[in-house]
């Protein structure tokens, strides 16, 4: 087990309580092409601060974000690290007490060989075409949660090409060396909606 806390919403039947949205929160929302992905930015933004805001104990409008040297999100005067992440109408926020990163993600609808090749190590590539073609989506879209968490508790985003992290086998959890730290990793099923996959990484715990 590792130690991050997940939650997942829908996105698009959430009742956003505007007044709690900061004054550049609500132009992010405005600057959204359509209602739907205006309702979603704004539903992720009242999210994340009504459950930090309950983690916490605090009021979710009082809570003050900075960007952190990571490139990352973070809360201004509390030491609690948090990432979203979010796919269609399905929301993820994962929290816990060091760097992390959250993915979810829609099933991959068309898990071509070029896009594995752009994904997985040579390992994990040659164990995808090992698999029947009906498990190869699933397979896909899991390591590639697995990467994006994994790239966005570093912190490099796409700067490091997710095919040189090498994540093994399909088990349930993981652990790698990324930038000279480690990171442990879980695939997520509870609250998962049908069609999704979703990973958490976490920093290790400093022994």
Aim: aromatic share 6%.
């Amino acid at each position: 087990m590792i130690d991050v806390h997940v939650r997942f919403f829908d996105l698009d039947a959430v009742l956003v309580d505007e007044p709690i949205l900061s004054a550049s929160e609500h132009e992010r929302v405005a600057r959204k092409a359509t209602p739907t992905l205006r309702q979603r930015q704004a539903a992720s933004f009242h999210c994340l601060r009504v459950t930090l805001g309950e983690v916490l104990g605090a009021m979710p409008a009082a809570l003050a974000f900075r960007i952190a040297d990571s490139g990352k999100p973070a809360l201004l005067d509390h030491a609690l690290h948090f990432n979203v992440s979010h796919s269609g109408g399905v929301g993820m926020l994962a929290w816990g007490p060091r760097e992390l990163g959250a993915d979810v993600e829609a099933l991959i609808a068309r898990p071509s060989e070029g896009l594995a090749e752009e994904i997985l190590s040579p390992r994990e590539l040659d164990a995808w075409r090992a698999l029947p073609i009906t498990e190869r989506q699933p397979w896909l879209t899991r390591a590639w949660t697995r990467k994006e968490s994994t790239l966005k508790a570093v912190g490099s985003g796409l700067r490091i090409p997710p095919r040189t992290i090498d994540l093994g086998d399909q088990n349930d959890a993981w652990t790698v060396r990324v930038s000279e730290r480690e990171w442990r990793g879980i695939d997520c099923t509870d609250g998962v909606p049908e069609g999704f996959r979703a990973a958490v990484c976490i920093e290790a715990p400093h022994e």
